[in-house]
C-alpha cells in the first residue's frame, strides 16, 4: 500500500488498527506500524491528526521494544537453566540438543 495517495484520516485508522493489534500478542504489527508510520508521524508538515498518529508510534515503538527484552532475556535464561529444569526444560524443547548430561 502506497501511503501517500491515502488520506491522512485513513493513516490514522491503519495506524490505530496497528497499534491495538499489537495486543493480540503480535509485536510484529507494532514493529510494521512504528516503521510505516514514523515518517508521517514526524518528518512531514503538520497536520491534524499528526498528534494522534505520533502518539500510537511511540507507543507501537515502545511496545515492540518492550517485547524484544522480554524474548531475549526469556532466551537467555532458556539456554542458561535449560539443562537444570530437567524434565520441565526437556519438554520445552523440540530439538534436544547433545552435550553433557
Known amino acids: 500500500m ?23 500478542f503480535l509485536p510484529f504489527l507494532w514493529m510494521v506500524n512504528f516503521i510505516w508510520f514514523y515518517k508521517h508521524a514526524f518528518k512531514r508538515n503538520e497536520f491534524p491528526e499528526q498528534t494522534q498518529i505520533k502518539k500510537y ?3 507501537s515503538g515502545i511496545g515492540c521494544l518492550a517485547w524484544i527484552v522480554i524474548l531475549v532475556i526469556w532466551n537467555i535464561i532458556f539456554q542458561v537453566y535449560r539443562v537444570d529444569w530437567d524434565v520441565v526444560g526437556d519438554h520445552l524443547t523440540f530439538i534436544l540438543p547433545r552435550g553433557r548430561p
Open 2 to 24: 502506497n501511503l501517500n495517495k491515502v488520506s491522512d484520516k485513513e493513516k490514522l485508522e491503519i495506524c490505530r488498527k496497528y497499534y491495538f493489534g499489537g495486543f493480540a
Open 57 to 59: 508510534i511511540i507507543r
